[in-house]
Structure formats: C-alpha cells, structure tokens
C-alpha cells in the first residue's frame, strides 16, 4: 500500500507539478524586482525536486 502511495505521489510530481513550474519559475524569476518573489521560487523549487528525488529512493529500496 505504501509503495502504490509513493508511486502515485511521483507520478504527480513528474506528470503535473514539475511540467509547468520550471516555467512559471522562469516568469517569476524574470519579473521580480526585490527579489522576494525569487527566494520563495528558490526554495519551493528546491522541496519539489528534493521530495521527488527521496520519493524516488523510497521506491528504489522498496523493490529491491
């Protein structure tokens, strides 16, 4: 059960959220002028490719 919810989590990540939010960090990246903006897409981006990289380990591990 927990492996069919790890899967389903980075199917999420890669098929939804990681499609479009390389290009809305691009634009928000762009278009911020205090940079506020840019910390808050830092470190968001960040999480989302750290949470895809240890859902993917779990996964490894669990069908080793």
């Given at each position: 059960?927990?492996?069919?919810?790890?899967?389903?989590?980075?199917?999420?990540?890669?098929?939804?959220?990681?499609?479009?939010?390389?290009?809305f960090?691009?634009?928000?990246?762009?278009?911020?002028?205090?940079?506020?903006?840019?910390?808050?897409?830092?470190v968001?981006?960040?999480?989302?490719?750290?949470?895809?990289?240890?859902?993917?380990?779990?996964?490894?591990?669990?069908?080793?």
């Amino acid at each position: 059960e927990v492996l069919k919810l790890l899967k389903r989590e980075r199917h999420f990540l890669e098929e939804h959220l990681l499609s479009w939010v390389g290009d809305f960090f691009k634009n928000v990246r762009e278009c911020d002028r205090t940079g506020y903006y840019r910390g808050w897409v830092d470190v968001t981006e960040g999480w989302l490719l750290l949470d895809l990289e240890q859902i993917s380990k779990m996964i490894d591990i669990s069908e080793f």
